[in-house]
């Protein structure tokens, strides 16, 4: 089962980038990273689980929040260096910083404008 992953194009240090996406709507909720184990777990597992540059360690998304990403489909770019996991968002943030999706800040007149609601206070998440 292990061949899929061999033919993915790993950056130097053994990752390659995974976008979580909605699999309902479409809506793009994450970017994160993945190492080899982390996606041969999260297919075998059938949650997204990534890859923590900061902690060196494997962070199975929901561990600490409780919003888990059930994996339906993963597919892999034309250049075999992306991941596109579509994901179904249990709970409705994915992102630390409590909103629906980590892409909230939009480019208007020149500068980034937050564009989406804070949902809960982080620290009410991760307490």
Not at 16 to 40: C, Y
Not at 76 to 87: A, I, K, Q, T, Y
Request: aromatic share 8%; hydrophobic share 35%; charged share 25%.
């Amino acid at each position: 089962m292990a061949d899929f992953l061999d033919q993915i194009k790993w950056t130097s240090d053994g990752l390659i980038p995974a976008i979580a996406q909605d699999a309902k709507t479409g809506e793009v909720l994450m970017m994160a990273w993945m190492n080899r184990e982390s996606l041969q777990l999260s297919v075998e597992e059938g949650r997204a689980i990534y890859y923590s540059r900061s902690r060196q360690a494997l962070w199975r998304k929901g561990e600490s929040s409780g919003h888990v990403q059930v994996l339906k489909d993963v597919h892999l770019d034309c250049d075999n260096d992306v991941v596109l996991l579509s994901v179904d968002q249990l709970g409705e943030i994915a992102c630390h910083t409590g909103r629906r999706s980590c892409f909230y800040k939009k480019y208007i007149d020149g500068q980034w404008q937050d564009d989406a609601p804070v949902l809960k206070n982080p620290k009410e998440i991760y307490s």
